[in-house]
């Protein structure tokens, strides 16, 4: 049901009844290894080409996610899901691997949270009984096609982020009363916002105001205040991007604490690994949101939290024609059933 | 890490392995020191009077230090190293010392160098003639051959 | 370090971008020249070792020894980036592992490496020169333009 301006609410309220994560040799060493379902221990995963690799990551998880929620793939009614890829081939390949009716998603690093609001729209209009969501990314695949080479020596500058090898699917069902899963309450979409930056090695501060206009919207739309969240985490603005979006929403009157605003990119990684900034692409949010943060739901340690993925809209063919970078952002409320 | 450090000392102890070798020629390190050889005549029943005084008056250029100077049937070959600041007027140098040398021995056809390589293949000339082995007609043939080198550093 | 072109922004941008270069984590310039200046050094080090080894060796003089002494230094970064260390080695050294002519093996061999997979003739082939070439075109044309201005200047009678 739309509220408010550009949100949803989702008053049957969909649960999230299984996930499935995977990941690559860089996040096992990471602080979140533990919430991962699958660790790849080299980034090839024993296919011929990254590219493969990624697709098969994806696969892996959502056969995970169906394997965990008890559902054969032909239960299963749709597939939204998206990747970084030209093309999004990954996830296309991945899903004529499951021959799951597809709709293939491109929000550049949001695709998560679009994947998710519309899953759960779908599902809270009874428009299917599962549906399968998700997100990934391939540090080796994404940076051939936005960056340099891998093995170039380019030295990255401190706003630079590093782009996570993971996957992370969702399956989303109509709710049943009493069973203990997370269930999605609302979403708010976001709209594309340009505030002129160009660097492509400055992503979260790109990114940062459309986290930012997606959350007031959020707010504004719901009439909610902040506190009513115990999280509200942001999907991979990076150090930079970050404390700049904390900045943008105190200025506009949203009283946040410091603690209450968290990002994805910031979670995944130790302080000493070399990922200048933070995590980035579209596995971030995914990975992080369906392994960890869903595991501290279930564990207590929030009620609610409101997960806004911020994706960047470039291309490498925009950025080299000098063309600023736009961003969007797309925030889900996710909750406890009761 | 520690296969990482492991490994660095035994390329330390193979490296200082090296040390035990212990006769070290000039020609090993002519590169790096000072070697200043005595000026040489291929044909040793001349006498090198004129080759002295051809080194003292090379060495006298500021600019230069370490001159060798081998004096052959035809050419005489001069080679000398250029002081480490003044090496960006290399040119401007060999052609003043060609320049002298041309006006005080006008009969002598002199070959100029500053080539690390040149003054390398020079001592090592120096040291084979010591050995008695070595023929004054090899020595003549060698030093043809250096002649012969510097042509491709021009 | 501006990021941002300053022209056709709006005011409502421009005061973001202000907002935004305060929280942008600068680059640690001095302490990167520093380590370029270092490493860069260490490079040329090795690459005098290498000449000289030509030089005892081989029939080689100061002139010539060039050639072969470039040729050994970019196959030495050829085995580095092979090995995935060298892009280890210019995240910390910038310039210092660029600059050399070690980094423009790298610069090859990585386009090289990555489109494998792509195949030998439009993957490898096609993309080795993918950053190597605007160094080779540039190279090759500013090389031109100062022969030609020498070749004028001594015609005319100046040099």
């Known amino acids: ?338 | 890490m520690i296969t990482r450090y492991q490994i660095l000392f035994a390329c330390l102890f193979l490296l200082a392995a090296c040390n035990h070798n212990p006769p070290v020629r000039d020609s090993q390190l002519a590169l790096m020191k000072t070697t200043n050889p005595k000026p040489l005549v291929t044909d040793q029943n001349k006498s090198n009077d004129s080759v002295k005084e051809i080194k003292k008056d090379v060495s006298s250029f500021p600019e230069l230090y370490d001159v060798a100077v081998i004096k052959g049937k035809k050419d005489t070959l001069v080679v000398y190293k250029v002081k480490h600041l003044y090496r960006f007027k290399m040119k401007k140098i060999e052609k003043n010392v060609n320049k002298k040398l041309e006006k005080k021995y006008p009969k002598e056809n002199f070959t100029v160098s500053s080539d690390y390589k040149i003054f390398l293949e020079a001592i090592r000339l120096d040291e084979q003639m010591k050995s008695a082995k070595f023929s004054h007609k090899e020595a003549e043939k060698r030093l043809k051959d250096i002649v012969k080198m510097t042509d491709k550093t021009k | 370090m501006p990021t941002t072109k300053q022209k056709n922004t709006t005011p409502q941008q421009r005061n973001y971008q202000q907002l935004q270069q305060k929280h942008e984590i600068k680059r640690p310039v001095l302490k990167n020249c520093l380590k370029a200046f270092f490493v860069g050094g260490f490079i040329c080090v090795i690459g005098q070792a290498v000449s000289y080894f030509y030089i005892y060796f081989f029939d080689f003089t100061e002139q010539s020894v060039g050639n072969p002494t470039v040729a050994t230094m970019v196959f030495f970064s050829m085995l580095l980036t092979g090995f995935g260390v060298y892009d280890r080695l210019g995240q910390f050294a910038g310039a210092g592992s660029a600059v050399p002519v070690t980094g423009f093996g790298n610069a090859v061999i990585s386009a090289a490496i990555e489109h494998r997979t792509e195949g030998f003739v439009l993957g490898v082939g096609g993309n080795m020169f993918k950053l190597a070439g605007s160094v080779i075109l540039f190279g090759v044309f500013s090389a031109f333009v100062v022969a030609l201005i020498k070749t004028l200047l001594v015609i005319w009678g100046v040099l």
């Open chain 1, 1 to 338: 049901m739309l509220r408010g301006h550009q949100s949803w609410v989702f008053e049957n309220r969909p649960m999230i009844t299984a996930t499935g994560v995977t990941g690559g040799p860089f996040e096992a060493n990471g602080k979140l290894a533990n919430d991962f379902d699958l660790l790849y221990e080299d980034l090839w995963m024993g296919k011929e080409s990254y590219e493969k690799a990624h697709s098969l990551l994806l696969e892996e998880a959502m056969k995970m996610a169906l394997k965990k929620g008890n559902v054969q793939k032909e239960q299963v009614q749709f597939l939204f899901a998206g990747d970084l890829i030209n093309q999004i081939t990954p996830t296309s390949f991945a899903a004529r691997t499951l021959q799951i009716p597809y709709f293939g998603l491109f929000g550049a690093c949001s695709t998560s949270m679009e994947g998710l609001a519309l899953s759960s729209f779908v599902v809270n209009n009874q428009g299917a009984k599962y549906v399968l969501t998700g997100a990934s990314s391939h540090n080796a695949a994404v940076e051939k096609q936005f960056r340099y080479p891998t093995e170039y020596g380019g030295q990255k500058p401190p706003t630079a982020q590093w782009t996570i090898t993971g996957a992370g699917v969702a399956l989303v069902q109509p709710n049943e009363p009493g069973k203990q899963h997370p269930v999605t309450t609302s979403a708010t979409i976001g709209k594309v916002v340009d505030m002129g930056l160009t660097d492509p090695f400055n992503m979260g501060g790109a990114m940062a105001p459309a986290a930012a206009d997606t959350i007031i919207a959020h707010f504004r739309d719901m009439k909610l205040e902040p506190s009513y969240y115990d999280l509200i985490v942001t999907g991979d603005l990076g150090r930079v991007g970050h404390d700049t979006a904390f900045e943008l929403l105190n200025k506009s009157g949203l009283e946040l604490e410091r603690g209450q605003f968290q990002d994805c990119g910031l979670l995944m990684y130790k302080n000493d690994q070399p990922v200048q900034s933070g995590g980035s692409g579209a596995g971030c949010s995914a990975t992080v949101l369906y392994g960890h943060l869903l595991n501290q739901l279930k564990k207590g340690a929030y009620r609610r939290i409101l997960v806004v993925a911020t994706g960047a809209l470039l291309s490498p063919l925009s950025f080299q024609q000098n063309e600023s970078i736009p961003c969007i952002a797309h925030a889900v409320a996710i909750e406890m059933n009761e």
